[in-house]
């Protein structure tokens, strides 16, 4: 994938690889951390593209991150694909002494785009885990019933091909030495 990154994003993108284990599959997931800053996102737009799975992620004790969701919201629904996957993270929630957003504010707002929510926490690891693991088995249903849709359609059109061949056959031997009984 590094052939093609445009080119001064190093700055502004975080890239690792990680093997998880889900339904008891391992999955091994790609991780793109794009910056949040304005000035960054001509670049970090362009990831969006490529993307089965975004977190949108907001900071507990700032008010101001928890407002800009909607923009974020508005971001992916325009540059990433449309079966993306996305699930709302309220973050340091460690930090309940400086908490500007409520856990029904997070809550409220997730149910309102429809998506799944956790608070979690980068210090003690609270939800970290879960969260990856829950984004993860989203986009894995969003292919599998993909793949289901394109295999449905596949047997019904090969069952549509064989009926008309069918139909389209010559009459056999049987038929043309029918005999006449009008
Ligand atoms: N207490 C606490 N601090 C955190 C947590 N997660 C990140 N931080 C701190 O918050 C600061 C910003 O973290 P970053 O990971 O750089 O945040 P970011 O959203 O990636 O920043 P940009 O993408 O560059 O805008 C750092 O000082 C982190 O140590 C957390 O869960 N709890």
Same mark, same amino acid.
């Given at each position: 994938? +590094?052939?093609?990154?445009?080119? $001064?994003?190093?700055?502004?993108?975080?890239?690792?690889?990680?093997?998880?284990?889900?339904?008891?599959?391992?999955?091994?997931?790609?991780? +793109?951390?794009?910056?949040?800053?304005?000035?960054?996102?001509?670049?970090?737009?362009?990831?969006? %593209?490529?993307?089965?799975?975004?977190?949108?992620?907001?900071?507990?004790?700032?008010?101001?991150?928890?407002?800009?969701?909607?923009? +974020?919201?508005?971001?992916?629904?325009?540059?990433?694909?449309?079966?993306?996957?996305?699930?709302?993270?309220?973050?340091?929630?460690?930090?309940?002494?400086?908490?500007?957003?409520?856990?029904?504010?997070?809550?409220?707002?997730? %149910?309102?785009?429809?998506?799944?929510?956790?608070?979690?926490? #980068?210090?003690? $690891?609270?939800?970290?885990?879960?969260?990856?693991?829950?984004?993860?088995?989203?986009?894995?249903?969003?292919?599998?019933?993909?793949?289901?849709?394109? %295999?449905? %359609?596949?047997? $019904?059109?090969?069952?549509? #091909?064989?009926?008309?061949?069918?139909?389209?056959?010559?009459?056999?031997?049987?038929?043309?030495?029918?005999?006449? +009984?009008?």
């Amino acid at each position: 994938p +590094w052939a093609e990154l445009p080119e $001064n994003s190093a700055s502004c993108v975080d890239f690792k690889m990680k093997t998880i284990e889900v339904d008891g599959i391992k999955v091994r997931i790609q991780i +793109w951390d794009t910056a949040g800053q304005e000035r960054y996102q001509t670049i970090t737009k362009q990831y969006y %593209r490529r993307a089965q799975g975004i977190f949108l992620v907001y900071d507990i004790s700032s008010e101001r991150s928890y407002q800009h969701i909607m923009k +974020w919201v508005s971001d992916v629904d325009e540059y990433a694909p449309e079966g993306v996957q996305k699930i709302l993270i309220g973050n340091k929630a460690d930090e309940e002494q400086k908490r500007q957003v409520g856990r029904e504010q997070g809550q409220q707002l997730a %149910r309102e785009y429809g998506m799944d929510f956790y608070e979690t926490s #980068a210090c003690t $690891n609270l939800n970290i885990k879960e969260s990856f693991t829950r984004l993860t088995e989203l986009v894995l249903q969003a292919h599998r019933k993909e793949l289901d849709g394109l %295999r449905t %359609r596949a047997s $019904n059109e090969l069952a549509l #091909a064989e009926l008309e061949e069918e139909e389209g056959k010559p009459e056999g031997p049987v038929n043309s030495s029918k005999t006449c +009984w009008c």
